[in-house]
Nanobody, 126 residues
Framework: QVQLVESGGGSVQAGGSLRLSCAAYGYTYTSYCTGWFRQAPGKEREGVTL????????YYVDSVKGRFTISQDNAKNTVYLQMNSLKPEDSAMYYCAARYSTRCGSSWSPEDFAYWGQGTQVTVSS
């Protein structure tokens, strides 16, 4: 059974930076798609960024391009999300998610991701 454990998050002022980590346990295949989703109160959960564990290909939603960077350390089965130039609209609960896939960028639908972390809160004040 895959387990995702998140850390990081917190409160910062606009323009600040935060780093999230997601440690994965129980991976039994080499091709996973791991990423970060976020959900603000009253809004649907949306995909933010994805990375393929095998090829390292990365994908970003337009609203975070140039500000957020996803990276991974395959030896530690850990994915990181570096968030710079944070805006108040980035405030949300951030979730790490994963699914077995050889086509990581083919779906951003939360329903297609089988494994989820517990979530970590990011709050950006203006």
């Amino acid at each position: 059974q895959v387990q995702l454990v998140e850390s990081g998050g917190g409160s910062v002022q606009a323009g600040g930076s935060l780093r999230l980590s997601c440690a994965a346990y129980g991976y039994t295949y080499t091709s996973y798609c791991t990423g970060w989703f976020r959900q603000a109160p009253g809004k649907e959960r949306e995909g933010v960024t994805l990375v393929s564990t095998a090829g390292g290909h990365t994908y970003y939603v337009d609203s975070v391009k140039g500000r957020f960077t996803i990276s991974q350390d395959n030896a530690k089965n850990t994915v990181y999300l570096q968030m710079n130039s944070l805006k108040p609209e980035d405030s949300a609960m951030y979730y790490c998610a994963a699914r077995y896939s050889t086509r990581c960028g083919s779906s951003w639908s939360p329903e297609d991701f089988a494994y989820w972390g517990q979530g970590t809160q990011v709050t950006v004040s203006s």
